[in-house]
Each structure stands twice: as C-alpha cells, then as structure tokens.
Nanobody, 124 residues
Framework: QVQLVESGGGLVQAGGSLRLSCAAS????????MGWFRQAPGKEREFVAA????????SYKDSAKGRFTISRDSAKNTVYLQMNSLKPEDTAVYYC?????????????????WGQGTQVTVSS
C-alpha cells in the first residue's frame, strides 16, 4: 500500500509561483508513474501533469505547458510540481497520484493511489 502526502499549497497572487511536493511511502517509488491532478469546486478532476517511472518522459495539460514542471527525486521518494505564472483559473485542490501502468496517463482511473490533496488559491 502506497501512501502519498502532498504539501506546498497556499494562497498566491496571479503571476506568482508555488512548488507542490508529494512524498511517497510504503511502496517502491520507482515502480510508479506519478501524476498531478486538480479539482475546482463544481468541476471534475482533471489531469495536470505526469512523469514516467524511469525514462524521464513527461506530459502536461495544454494550459500548463511552459508554466508547470513535473519532476521526481527517487532518492527522496518525492514528486514535485513547480508552478509558475499562476492564474486565477489554476485555483483548485491539487492531488498527487501513483499508478503501476502509464497509459492512459491523463485519466484518474489509471492511478491506484491518491493523496489527500492540497489547496492552491490564486488571487487576481
């Protein structure tokens, strides 16, 4: 059983930056594709970014390209989401997820484990 704990959320002004962290425990970190999703009030959970287990492959939601960067540190069993140039529409609860298969990486159903989420609020 894998446990995922997110941190790093908060309130930031538009144009600002945040770095989210997701610490994994209880499993073999290198075995999992890691993803970030977000859910705004009244909306469905949506894909933000994913990183593969070992070959460095990454993918992003179109609106995140050029602003967000996903990375993983195997020594710390942690995945990060660096978010720059934040916009009010980025406001949501951000969730970290781990899955044993990669595809389809943008669907929540692909992932086996989820964190509790961290709130990101971007003010205009």
């Amino acid at each position: 059983q894998v446990q995922l704990v997110e941190s790093g959320g908060g309130l930031v002004q538009a144009g600002g930056s945040l770095r989210l962290s997701c610490a994994a425990s209880g499993g073999t970190f290198s075995s999992y594709t890691m993803g970030w999703f977000r859910q705004a009030p009244g909306k469905e959970r949506e894909f933000v970014a994913a990183v593969s287990r070992s070959d460095g492959w990454t993918s992003y939601k179109d609106s995140a390209k050029g602003r967000f960067t996903i990375s993983r540190d195997s020594a710390k069993n942690t995945v990060y989401l660096q978010m720059n140039s934040l916009k009010p529409e980025d406001t949501a609860v951000y969730y970290c997820a781990a899955g044993t298969i990669r595809d389809p990486f943008s669907l929540p159903s692909t992932y086996d484990y989820w964190g509790q989420g961290t709130q990101v609020t971007v003010s205009s």
